[in-house]
């Protein structure tokens, strides 16, 4: 049976091993959905996701703001998100390398790709 939501689903990304979907709301929520189960966790943000996207090993996400603002959100700790860069304006989209070492994100105010490197964005 399909997962119902109480608020309007925006995006969503499936986990690269397939067990999880993670679904964003322009709301400050993002939803991780158990595939198997269909069960649904729930995290409040401290602002409007504007782009998420999975990290290749399925642990953690990149979550990027409608305020520029990027950050690792690791599954282990919680979901704890650490902010610890700021893009400049709002993302449009991110793209992971196909290794998994570094992203990419454009942004509405530029027209250039920003490359960054997941070591760069982690705490």
Request: avoid cysteine; hydrophobic fraction near 40%; charge should be neutral.
């Amino acid at each position: 049976p399909p997962v119902q939501f109480l608020y309007q689903i925006d995006g969503i990304d499936w986990s690269p091993d397939g067990s999880r979907i993670i679904a964003r709301s322009q709301g400050r929520y993002l939803s991780l959905i158990n595939v198997g189960t269909g069960s649904a966790r729930v995290f409040a943000l401290t602002e409007s996701p504007a782009v998420v996207r999975w990290r290749k090993d399925s642990t953690a996400l990149i979550v990027a703001y409608q305020s520029g603002a990027v950050g690792i959100a690791s599954l282990s700790t919680g979901g704890a998100i650490s902010n610890s860069l700021n893009v400049g304006s709002l993302p449009r989209d991110i793209s992971l390398s196909p290794d998994g070492k570094s992203f990419s994100i454009v942004t509405s105010s530029t027209r250039s790709v920003i490359e960054i490197t997941l070591a760069e964005a982690e705490p």
